[in-house]
């Protein structure tokens, strides 16, 4: 299995996804195996409700955080977090980041370069080397089209062409020197929802999203995601690919 000692090194030897090679963890976990933040200025590009944001200072020590997110429904709620003085919410997307050239010691990207529009994928990463520290780090991490997850998640919105995309820009950038790549790691993220309206409010009644399901494709999904209905609800493994990129000079 891959490992920060031994990953691929050039952009041809990046994988869109090796199913031989999963790690059974969460995240956070990886994150903090990978990328010690301690003392570090962290740029979230994408962070959504902001669950991570406060793992990266309350666990892994990020001396200051800004979060940004394009959802403005989502960012004026975080804006109303109150406990996080070192996190700094900002409304914005990843091809335009208004900081000066070098601000950050670690850029993240968590399952949101595939959501960046395709023609800006390029601008987006372009613009986190040019706001990253020489030697700075970007951990970019995308979910993978494959498992079961993936088959009830490509009923509501199929991202096959938009990840394939996300993956593509990330060769680019390493193949035209703006980043060498330290690490590609695949990973399985545990997902637990215990009924299908927990399921239907976190990933159908969404902000960020103009779903336009009518009820018969609705009908489907129910019934895709309740096959995998236990007494405990509904468990996943839910496949990942996260690549820890080096700016260069």
Known sequence: MP?????????????????????????????????????????????????????LVERLGARSVTATEVDQIQHEKNTQVSDLPQVIFRYGGAESIADPDGTYDLAIMLKSLHHVPVPLMDRALAEA??????????????????????????????????????????????????????????????GTYPDWPTFEARFIHITHSERNLDAERLAVIRAAFERHLTPTGAHFLKPHRADLLRRRP
């Open 129 to 190: 080397h040019r706001v990253l520290k020489p030697g700075g780090r970007l951990y970019c991490s995308e979910p993978v089209y494959w498992g079961p997850f993936n088959e009830i998640m490509r009923l509501i919105d199929d991202e096959r062409i938009v990840r394939e995309a996300a993956f593509a820009a990330l060769q680019r950038a390493v193949a035209q020197g703006l980043f060498d790549l330290e690490a590609e790691v695949f990973f399985e993220s545990a």
């Open 3 to 55: 490992t920060p000692a031994d990953p691929p090194t050039t952009a041809q030897a990046m994988s869109i996804n090796r199913p031989e090679a999963y790690r059974r963890l969460e995240e956070i976990d990886l994150m903090a195996e990978l990328v010690p933040m301690t003392g570090c200025d962290v740029l979230e590009l994408g962070c959504g409700a902001a669950w991570t944001t406060r793992l």
